[in-house]
Structure formats: structure tokens, C-alpha cells
């Protein structure tokens, strides 16, 4: 399938290790986020995701961190795994909480080398 | 059960064709939605549907672009006169519903190249 994201920054790290995905968003206004694997050939997978009245949230593995002060969103991973390579978006919603319109970022590429 | 499903996977068109590109949603999810993917970048919002009616349809780039889901379920994506900005991978999506804590399932896409 057709590679995403051919220029992308890029997290290279190794089997085992923790990750984490750091994210800038635009709208100060934005209440809902959420994070996507995008692997090749396929469509965004929902990973996790949080409100604007929360500041962190975990998940199997996977913990986001919100700092709405900075307008800054994170994913961590634990134990990263080579199933975990992949390209990881995050999206923010308006001000409302419906999932109708998501706003993509512009993305990073995970390496997991063994 | 089955996911969201799109068809073709791939498309190549000449410059100035009209091309169809078809979503069949997740059974029951009564809303969907299109996206635009072009490469290197985050999907790009086109439209979205909830039952029959298109709620939003703000993100379709000129009047080139229509989409429609006549029946509640099957939708298409629609393109005239092609141009060669319009190759790109474009991504459907369903959810039971809008509003909170409703999950998006998105397709593979469609990868339509437009030579």
C-alpha cells in the first residue's frame, strides 16, 4: 500500500523502550482529542482520547497528557513494541462534543527497530 | 462484523474524468464521513452525513466535488472534471451517531490518482 507520510518527522526508538508523540494544536476553543495510528495502506485507527476538563488519561499501554495552557497534547508509550511503527496523528474537535468534524495534525512516523 | 469498506482501493484517471468513489459504512452507523489525505499530511475534512442529509458539508474544496448517501447507508463520493491536485487518498468514516464518545471507524481508502 502507498506509504503515509514520506516526509514526516520521525521517532526512531528501540524495541522495549517508552515513547512519546508530542502535538500542537490550533484551537484554544477545542474541548475534545484524540489520537490515531495510521499504519500503510490503511485508515486512522482510534488509539485514545481525552476531554479538555481532563489532563491525562491512560489507556492499555498508552497514556495521553493534555496541557491546555500550552495547547500541547501527548501520547506515551509503554514498552513500545514493533507492532507499535506506524504514523500517529492527533485531531481536535470544536467547541462542542460531537466527533463531527476532526482536525488533523500533520503527523509523526514511529520506528521501532528490534 | 465487517468494517467500514471502500471501494476501489485504487483509481487512476485522466485529467478532465468523472470519477464515482463509494463508502459502505459500519451496519447501523447512521453517521458518515469523508476525508482527503493527500501525501505527508493529516486526513482533511470534506463533508459529513447524518442519515440521508449532508450536516456539513464545508470542507468539499469547489463545486467539483458532491457527495451523497441517498438511502441513509451507502455513500458517493463524487468528482467532475478531475485535476491532477485532486490525486490524494480519500478516507471514509462512520460512527453510530454523533455526540459524545462516539468512536469513528475509518475505511483503507481510496488512492485515486488523476494523470
Known amino acids: 500500500g502507498e506509504s503515509v507520510g514520506l516526509h514526516l518527522p520521525t521517532l526512531s526508538v528501540q524495541e522495549g523502550d517508552n515513547s512519546i508523540i508530542n502535538c500542537a494544536y490550533s484551537?484554544?476553543?477545542?474541548?475534545?482529542f484524540i489520537w490515531y495510528k495510521q499504519e500503510s495502506g490503511k485508515g486512522p485507527q482510534f488509539i485514545i482520547d481525552i476531554r479538555s476538563n481532563m489532563d491525562k488519561r491512560q489507556g492499555q499501554r498508552v497514556t495521553v497528557l493534555l496541557n491546555k495552557t500550552v495547547k500541547h497534547l501527548s501520547l506515551q508509550i509503554a514498552a513500545t513494541q514493533p507492532g507499535d511503527s506506524a504514523v500517529y496523528f492527533c485531531?481536535?474537535?470544536?467547541?462542542?462534543?460531537?466527533?463531527?468534524?476532526?482536525?488533523f495534525g500533520t503527523g509523526t512516523r514511529l520506528q521501532v527497530f528490534p | 462484523g465487517a468494517g467500514v469498506s471502500q471501494t476501489p482501493s485504487n483509481k487512476v484517471t485522466e485529467k478532465g474524468k468523472y470519477v464515482e468513489l463509494r463508502c459502505d459504512p459500519i451496519?447501523?452507523?447512521?453517521?458518515l464521513y469523508w476525508y482527503r489525505q493527500s501525501l505527508g499530511q493529516g486526513p482533511e475534512f470534506l463533508i459529513y452525513f447524518q442519515g440521508t442529509g449532508a450536516a456539513d458539508d464545508s470542507g468539499l474544496p469547489n463545486d467539483r466535488f458532491f457527495a451523497v448517501r441517498p438511502e441513509g447507508s451507502v455513500s458517493t463520493l463524487k468528482i467532475q472534471r478531475t485535476e491532477r491536485g485532486d490525486s490524494a487518498v480519500y478516507l471514509c468514516a462512520s460512527s453510530l451517531t454523533l455526540g459524545q464518545n462516539t468512536e469513528a471507524f475509518f475505511g483503507q481508502g481510496t488512492r485515486l490518482t488523476v494523470v
Open positions: 451496519s447501523g452507523h447512521t453517521a
Open positions: 485531531a481536535e474537535t470544536g467547541p462542542s462534543y460531537n466527533t463531527d468534524k476532526l482536525i
Open positions: 484551537n484554544s476553543a477545542s474541548d475534545y
